[in-house]
């Protein structure tokens, strides 16, 4: 990969059932599709409500690119998982799969808040109208089909990076609404990169991050798992 730069009260009961979204690990009950659709609308709804008090701002041309990539790029992770979970079958692709789709959910509200074109709508499994995005995917689902260590570690990557763009993008916006969009998402990464880091470790790999510090990383390793996320 070539990329540096890669890219309440109604919320509070959301956050209770998102406890467990998390972690992703395989000593979970994997939830019912029907019980995770309950799940993500509950949760997409309180975002929604959030946002609802928020006056949209006006939005510049770097944070309209912003919303527009990020929604790809939460596809980019939601399509990976679910095909290494196909190869694979381990439940921490597919449960941190159904929290990509809400990731992508969240940002889609911010795209149509904003009358923005949603580059996901209707696009097929892992094709993307961003060429970078589209690299990507191809690279790392080479890499996670070698093996099932190789398979984590693209999990462990992939989050390493979307912590690295959310990061990049709240710090060049001023707007409340997409702030509060990515920060959600950016817990939910933390979770993620925490639960892919726990099955490489218990394999005995180490993981080494590529986008983020290493002080940074670690600090997301060594913390406790963020209730309320997305």
């Not at 890669?6 to 009961?13: I, K, P």
């Not at 944070?63 to 190869?87: G, I, N, S």
């Not at 970078?132 to 089909?145: K, P, V």
Request: with cysteine; glycine share 6%.
């Amino acid at each position: 990969m070539q990329r540096r730069t890669f890219l309440s009260t109604t919320l509070g009961a959301a956050a209770l059932a998102l406890a467990g979204c998390g972690g992703g690990g395989d000593s979970t009950v994997a939830a019912t599709p029907a019980s995770t659709d309950v799940t993500s609308a509950t949760t997409i709804a309180a975002l929604s409500t959030q946002l609802d008090a928020i006056p949209p701002a006006t939005l510049s041309e770097s944070e309209a690119a912003a919303l527009v990539f990020m929604r790809e790029e939460e596809k980019l992770a939601r399509d990976v998982y679910q095909l290494l979970y196909t190869q694979w079958g381990q439940r921490v692709f597919s449960n941190i799969a159904a929290s990509e789709q809400q990731h992508m959910d969240a940002v889609a509200l911010l795209l149509a808040r904003y009358n923005l074109p949603d580059p996901a709508a209707n696009a097929a499994t892992g094709v993307f109208t961003d060429p970078t995005l589209q690299q990507m995917f191809n690279t790392l689902m080479a890499q996670g089909q070698t093996s099932l260590i190789g398979a984590l570690t693209v999990g462990a990557t992939i989050e390493d990076v979307d912590i690295m763009d959310l990061e990049q993008r709240i710090a060049a916006t001023d707007n409340a609404d997409i702030a509060l969009v990515f920060g959600e998402l950016m817990k939910g990464s933390r979770n993620h990169m925490r639960a892919f880091i726990s099955q490489l470790t218990a394999a005995g790999v180490t993981y080494t991050p590529q986008y983020i510090s290493q002080a940074e990383f670690d600090a997301i390793v060594s913390s406790p798992t963020e209730t309320g996320s997305i």
